[in-house]
């Protein structure tokens, strides 16, 4: 039977051929390849490394990942930070880059498996989306101007982003000429390619092209265009890197930053195509099918492996529908590798250098950055912050900046109180709706009825506080006050001291406290800090209605002030 495609599993149901996804595979395959040769490059390790992390992902995915089309690969953000991180620390030794930068694919995968085993899968990410995407968009600045030197056959640079762009402009005028052509022209190809034939690799037969004119006219003797001298032939063994517990400490906070940033790239790729196919993201399978692709990576000598958000389209646009699809592309990496590798001698460096810049400028979301600047500024600060914070600082401290602006925006928006004020629809006993967007909806008089919109916790409590009393408190002629906290499934201490504090308060202002909608576990935490004591078990109801229509009697009597029957008092 044939393949199950519909949830992207390994068991077969008649679902359908395999060949769609074989074929799919095949254009995969004519896409990863250049990336993989080009992102190895700017990682700063041979060529062949792109590939050895196919090798390990593509079939490691297969087996445990879960989303159906998802592509686990080297992406660019990914490989220009190991670079960042790395080689500050190898002090130029290339041994000691190899060693270092398997190690930081060995504890960041270590990162995704104990995630995803201790099941952090959804709080994980904790970048906000546009505080993400003006990182990513930094990123896409940092790693255009840390390629442009192979479009103009130049030396790199030195320094930071913009250090690097003043030297290759003062250095115009001896940029090599054949290299900026041949780079130019294969950039244009690549978007013409893509725009015109979606469906054809456009890598693959741009660095075909550009192997087939480098070799005609000579480009490396004659022109002295940088090329690819040659790749590694045959299937790589393991790798036994050594290192010691200081290379451990100085490479684990980057594996951290490196985890977090990848699998907030990969949820994104996986979610935005599981309703398509009609699957759910398991976030915690995830995290560990990545954390087993960076092990294998690791011991095979790879880049670090993420979700790469534009192959996943390329792979649904040549129509994969199951994960078929990669372990058709990691069968013809292996071939490649055996057998294929010397025709990619004689690449010209500037053609790789296009692969990256075409890949990144797609990753620089100008119209994302309009949108949050016209329906959210300070979002939009937030994006800009993270953007100038890779450009101006570099990525590391980019990505601190980055994390703190999310933490920031989670603590301001978490630290509001947002208190609604409830009243009854007229002639519909049962709705209790939001005054300020029912206008209609009335409130009883002397009753109060408030709910809390997000959850009370430590950071608010104090404002919470003195929001109620501003609103029930001496003057206000409120003789009850129905609350209503049904987004907090539990309590911390700071806010159940605070609601026991503001039942005493109200008591002495003879305002009976009626709370609803409590969760088992916070009215558990209310009993054991004494709260229940001062507001009474009476006083308890599952929901508005029921509470209104229990004290609505004695407010119209006259009798439902704090000490009135039913307050509660001990």
């Not at 919109?453 to 609103?471: M, S």
Request: charged share 15%; with cysteine.
């Amino acid at each position: 039977m044939p393949f199950d495609r519909r949830a992207g599993g390994t068991g077969r149901t008649a679902a359908g051929p395999l060949w769609p996804d074989v074929l799919a595979g095949l254009t995969l395959w004519g896409v990863l390849v250049p990336e993989a040769l080009a992102y190895a490059g700017m990682a700063g390790l041979p060529v062949a490394a792109g590939l050895y992390t196919l090798l390990a992902s593509l079939p490691l995915y297969f087996l445990f990942g879960g989303s159906p089309v998802l592509v686990c690969a080297a992406t660019s953000a990914e490989s220009i930070m190991m670079a960042a991180v790395v080689a500050p620390l190898a002090g130029g030794d290339p041994v000691r880059y190899a060693a270092l930068t398997a190690l930081l694919v060995l504890l960041t995968g270590l990162v995704f498996l104990v995630s995803g085993l201790m099941r952090l899968g959804r709080v994980t990410s904790f970048l906000s989306k546009p505080v993400m995407t003006g990182f990513i968009s930094g990123l896409a600045v940092y790693i255009a101007a840390n390629q442009l030197h192979k479009l103009l056959g130049l030396p790199r640079g030195h320094g930071d982003t913009f250090m690097q762009v003043l030297q290759l402009a003062a250095d115009i005028g001896r940029c090599n000429q054949s290299a900026l052509a041949v780079g130019l022209s294969a950039l244009a190809l690549l978007f013409a390619l893509e725009r015109w034939t979606p469906r054809l690799p456009a890598g693959f037969c741009v660095m075909a092209l550009g192997i087939a004119v480098s070799r005609l006219l000579d480009l490396e003797a004659r022109h002295g265009v940088e090329v690819v001298r040659g790749v590694a032939t045959g299937l790589p063994g393991l790798v036994a890197p050594a290192w010691g517990i200081a290379d451990v400490r100085a490479v684990f906070p980057a594996a951290v930053g490196l985890a977090l940033v990848a699998f907030s790239q990969a949820l994104g790729a996986a979610e935005s195509y599981a309703r398509r196919f009609g699957s759910r993201v398991d976030a915690d399978r995830e995290l560990r099918a990545l954390g087993l692709a960076n092990l294998g990576s690791a011991f095979l000598g790879g880049l670090l492996a993420g979700g790469s958000m534009s192959s996943t389209a390329v792979n649904v646009a040549a129509g994969a529908r199951s994960r078929v699809s990669s372990l058709a592309t990691a069968v013809l990496v292996v071939l490649t590798l055996c057998f294929l590798t010397p025709v990619f001698a004689g690449l010209p460096e500037s053609v790789l250098g296009a692969v990256v810049m075409h890949a990144v400028i797609k990753l620089f979301k100008l119209g994302e950055l309009r949108r949050y600047r016209a329906i959210n500024r300070y979002e939009f600060v937030l994006s800009l912050i993270a953007l100038l914070g890779v450009v101006v600082l570099d990525i590391l401290p980019g990505l601190v900046l980055a994390v703190s602006a999310s933490l920031l925006r989670l603590i301001v928006f978490a630290s509001g109180v947002g208190l609604s004020v409830l009243g009854r629809l007229d002639g519909c006993a049962v709705a209790w709706v939001d005054t300020a967007l029912h206008p209609g909806a009335r409130e009883i008089p002397g009753l109060k009825a408030l709910r809390m919109e997000g959850a009370l916790f430590f950071a608010n409590a104090e404002k919470f506080h003195d929001a109620v009393l501003a609103r029930c408190g001496a003057g206000t002629g409120v003789r009850v006050l129905v609350l209503q906290l049904m987004a907090n499934r539990r309590l911390c201490v700071t806010g159940a001291d605070m609601l026991r504090e503001l039942a005493g308060e109200l008591r002495a202002m003879s305002v009976r406290l009626v709370l609803v909608d409590l969760a088992p576990q916070a009215l558990r935490m209310l009993r054991d800090d004494g709260v229940m004591e001062i507001v009474g078990e009476d006083n308890v109801y599952p929901s508005v209605e029921l509470a209104a229509a229990a004290v609505e009697g004695s407010l119209v009597a006259g009798a439902g002030g704090a000490g009135g029957e039913g307050s509660g008092e001990a």
